[in-house]
């Protein structure tokens, strides 16, 4: 790298590669679209009845129908209020515990084990015990979506407390920062980037326990749709609920990348345009 | 007045890093130690620093035990270790944390003035070469204004003209507050160009070997016969130290021409 580099040239290089601000986003959209227009294509000229896979004109359809009844929004918050009830509750706990199991040897010695054990535990198998402990109600549901979060957090929280570099913390230690002070100043950015990760990748794991929360039963929510969908036999309802998903989890991961990005300007990476995505 | 009063340094695993190093340094002296490689010289470094405490003896700083990071002594490391996070001018005024935010831009400005480098203020240290985040680094150690600043091999990673370049401009930086300077280095070029007296160290465990006062007036010529003298001296106690150190004697063989060769 030369000396003579300028603040400008991250952005300038960005421009280079030829995806601006909005061409970018565009991009991802052309597979999706170029697979629907060539179904519908395919419906529409009679090479398939569409029956067991409606052609997207119907799925849209669908969707305008459930908007219009108010029955998607219903579902859409039902599910969304649940992920993120669980996912909050995930990312709590399992941020506190990574942080301890991080910090301390002692705390991991005693904790880490254990938790290594019930990860190995498929989280599916705690439904039957949610559902008598808890109900089957909401808490059981938040319950198991909050496992689900925990895990990857817990994880991605540990490693990062325990990864971060002694050299920096010896820089800090120079300054006589205070305990609070070397958290505030050096654990926390220093841990910041693997958080995003492990957030992210929690929330993945949050809309996938979802479903499966929603399948133990529930009268309203995405997964409801699902379960609906199949005993009815309406493949456009369970599609129009996948779409839903697919949507929802982009978005609120999106929404994680975008809230977190200032902080993040500063990491030395290959690509920086992660937002644009 | 910097003092080591017979410091030592055990470590856990019973190695003896350190044994009986007895220094008085005066205000505005340069210290430079050399020595082979596991002869301490690190060691005794992060003792004076704080960083760790020795297992014998004390360090005095103005007359108070010096137990844990203090706020007159200062360090620059091989590695620049800036926060990747701060820009570079709050990476330069990271120290100034209790101060008011406008004094604390305005002595990280000048101290950014100091070491040439007010239009990367706002740069992230990526962005930065290897020279010039070690000069960020010497203006950070720098601007709390320290009575003693120490250095880890600050310039080995660095080629060979940005080192000498940057040892003329921390003699420059020196100059303005005239703390005591203590530096770590494996070049004995280096020590010759900055250091008042060199201290020798010998391995098993580290010792002081020898002293070498070197009274060459400043600036100082690379190329004159005076300092090839004074480069010499440092040479052969080196050699010496390390033939005494050596179990098996090869040492013995070494001509003179060898001696340059020691590291």
Known sequence: MTATAGPATAEQKQRKSGLGRFTGPALGLLLPLVLAAGWELAVRAGWSNGRLVPPPSRVYEEFAELASTGELQRHVVATLLRVVAGFGLGTLVGTLLGALAGYSTLVRRLIDPSLQGLRAVPSIAWIPLFILWLGIFETSKVALIAVGVFFPI???????????????????????????????????????????????????????????????????GLGYLLIDGQQLGKTTEIIAAIVAFAVLGKLTDWLIVLITAPFLRWEDRVRTATVED | MLTLDHVGKTYPNGVRALDGITLDVKPAEIVAIVGGSGCGKSTLLRAISGLDTPSQGRILLDGEVVTQPHEKIGMIFQEPRLLPWLTVADNVSFGLEHRPKREREGLAAAALVRVGLTDKAKMWPRELSGGQAQRVAIARALVPQPEVLLLDEPFSALDAFTR??????????????????????????????????????????????????????RPRDRQSAAFDFVKRRVLAALDR???????????????????????
């Open chain 2, 164 to 217: 000498a370049d940057l040892q003329d401009h921390l003699l420059d930086l020196w100059a303005d507050l005239r703390p005591i300077l203590i530096l770590v280095t494996h070049d004995v070029d280096e020590a010759v160009v900055l250091a008042d007296r060199i201290m020798v160290m010998r391995p098993q465990p580290g010792r002081i070997y020898e002293e070498i006062v070197s009274d060459l007036p």
């Open chain 1, 154 to 220: 817990y994880l991605g929280v540990m490693g990062a407390v325990m990864s971060v570099d002694r050299k920096i913390v010896e820089v800090g230690r120079l300054f006589r920062l205070s305990g609070i002070g070397m958290v505030r100043r050096i654990l926390l950015p220093a841990v910041l980037p693997a958080y995003v990760i492990a957030l992210r990748s929690g929330l993945g794991l949050g809309w996938m326990f979802v479903i499966a929360a929603e399948f133990m039963g529930a009268s309203e």
């Open chain 2, 241 to 263: 130290s390390l033939a005494k150190a050596a179990t098996i004697d090869d040492t013995q063989t070494k001509s003179s021409e060898g001696a340059a060769l020691w590291w």
